[in-house]
């Protein structure tokens, strides 16, 4: 089993800058992405940023050229560097492991809330 913990969520205003950040609670080793997903009320969970153990990236459309995902040397934790943040931006943020036969895990969520 792996817990995913995030933090760094906040409240910020637009134009602002906020970094999340995710750490598993055990190494990671092999093949394995690990990502940024967000959810607002109402709405399914959507794809923010991924980036796997190559540190190959992929990025939602709405996000390209303003946040950056990331690995720590440890390569059990990963950043979302988010800037020029939007109020469409506001959401509950989760991080994802995608561990192949070792599972899918999700972190317990934290609120982005972006002002006008």
């Known amino acids: 089993q792996v817990q995913l913990v995030e933090s760094g969520g906040g409240l910020v205003q637009a134009g602002g800058s906020l970094t999340l950040a995710c750490a598993a609670s055990?190494?990671?080793?092999?093949?394995?992405?690990m990502g940024w997903y967000r959810q607002t009320p109402g709405k399914q969970r959507e794809l923010v940023a991924t980036?796997?153990?190559?540190?190959?990236?992929n990025y939602a459309d709405s996000v390209k050229g303003r946040f950056t995902i990331s690995r720590g040397n440890a390569k059990n934790t990963v950043y979302l560097q988010m800037s020029s943040l939007k109020p469409d931006d506001t959401a509950v943020y989760y991080c994802?492991?995608?561990?192949?036969?070792?599972?899918?895990?999700w972190g317990q969520g934290t609120q982005v809330t972006v002002s006008s």
């Open positions: 994802n492991l995608g561990w192949g036969r070792y599972g899918d895990y």
């Open positions: 055990r190494t990671i080793f092999g093949i394995n992405t």
């Open positions: 980036i796997t153990s190559s540190n190959s990236t």
